[in-house]
């Protein structure tokens, strides 16, 4: 299998699979001198790890991670670092029923017809539990990109039709209710919708939204590795995303040039935008805007509700889907979109090193 390694410059390499017996990550290109310990990347974990919250999956995994290298005395060395993780509360049992047949929403059928052989237990390869890995690589990352000054936040702006009200925003909020929405009405309302959405067997998705702050300009390529076009890989690359968009994304189609446009002003020696449509991107490039994404979650495809299916014999059978789900993946996976934001923007600042004689020249010539 290829397409476990993200970034050119600043690399993630994930392995593992959810019924495994670890998960972990190797981080290539982390310059020396970084602090890092294994309470800084535990922090990011907690937020992503199964039984955080409510409306999660029953499974209980500490995700106790550990370092085994790239690390000395509580700093980066610049070697590889490697992390793993052991998993401790399978019950690979629960996945007998499906060995043998696809469940709706899931990769069971697209992954045996390209393999010709899957791990049925909990998805694999192909479980969100692969994202523990993406979240330790992306602390690393953000702890270089807290070194320059650069900032990234991810809240939820809906769940289902729920949304919050900009009027209502706060960012204080969001590390107060488990949805981690800004706004306590908007959670409160959405708390019930879930509790509904269990009573009836049923799932819900719904939008995260991820701001960064802080972004120097020119950062990105001007053709296939645009800032925007790799953000949006890596957004898609997280199993349950269907959909991304950046700055005013599919609503400015509704719009005109003049009403999309975002004017330039210069003031006190600074060159900067009366408006942000583009979200902090022009021409694959950042602008020195607060770059904003927002990512579609779809609704957990593993419902206990009865659902139609086919089995590996072509017979179409009824499916009743057991074992540990959460109705919503969205809370588990806000911290997973600022991971894959932070490895994205780090791997194409370390490239951008590179696009000026003059960067060069400030850092070798004497």
Avoid at 56 to 63: A, F, H, I, L
Avoid at 109 to 124: A, E, L, M, P, V
Avoid at 264 to 291: P, V
Avoid at 294 to 299: L, V
Wanted: overall charge neutral.
């Amino acid at each position: 299998m290829s397409g476990s390694i993200f970034g050119k410059n600043f690399t993630v390499t994930t392995w593992g699979e959810s019924h495994g017996k670890a998960l972990g990550v190797v981080i290539d290109g982390c310059p020396s001198g970084i602090p890092l310990t294994e309470e800084d990347i535990q922090t990011d974990l907690d937020r992503r790890k199964p039984g955080s919250n409510t409306y999660g999956t029953k499974r209980k995994e500490g995700d106790k991670i550990s370092i085994l290298s790239g690390v000395f005395e509580g700093k980066t060395t610049g070697t590889p670092i490697s992390l793993i993780a052991f998993n401790e509360d399978q019950r690979s049992r629960d996945y007998s029923q499906i060995s043998e047949c696809y469940r709706p929403g899931h990769a069971d059928y697209t992954f045996d017809k390209k393999y010709g052989f899957r791990d049925y237990r909990g998805g694999g390869r192909s479980s969100g539990r692969e994202t523990l890995s993406r979240v330790a690589g992306g602390v690393v990352a953000k702890k270089i990109l807290k070194e320059l000054g650069i900032e990234i936040m991810s809240y939820t702006v809906s769940i289902g039709n729920i949304e919050i009200d900009r009027n209502k925003f706060d960012i204080e909020e969001v590390s107060k209710n488990p949805l981690y929405m800004p706004d306590r009405d908007a959670y409160e309302k959405a708390s019930l919708f879930l509790d509904e959405c269990i009573k009836n067997e049923n799932s819900a998705g719904g939008i995260i939204e991820t701001v960064v702050r802080g972004m120097p300009v020119g950062i990105g390529e001007p053709v296939f590795d645009k800032l925007d076009a790799n953000l949006g890989k890596a957004m898609f690359s997280i199993g349950a995303v269907k959909g991304v968009e950046i700055g005013q994304g599919f609503l400015s189609t509704k719009k005109t040039g003049f009403e999309n446009n975002d004017f330039f002003h210069y003031n006190n020696g600074k060159i900067s935008k009366l408006s942000n449509n583009a979200g902090g991107i022009l021409g694959g490039m950042s602008d020195g805007s607060e770059i904003v994404i927002r990512t579609a979650i779809k609704p957990t495809p593993s419902i206990h509700k009865t659902q139609q299916t086919v089995n590996k014999n072509n017979e179409n059978i009824d499916i009743n889907i057991k074992g540990r789900h959460d109705p919503v993946i969205v809370p588990r996976a806000v911290v997973v979109t600022e991971a894959m934001t932070a490895i994205t923007i780090v791997d194409l600042i370390f490239s951008n090193m590179f696009s000026n004689i003059e960067n060069i020249k400030y850092l070798y010539k004497r």
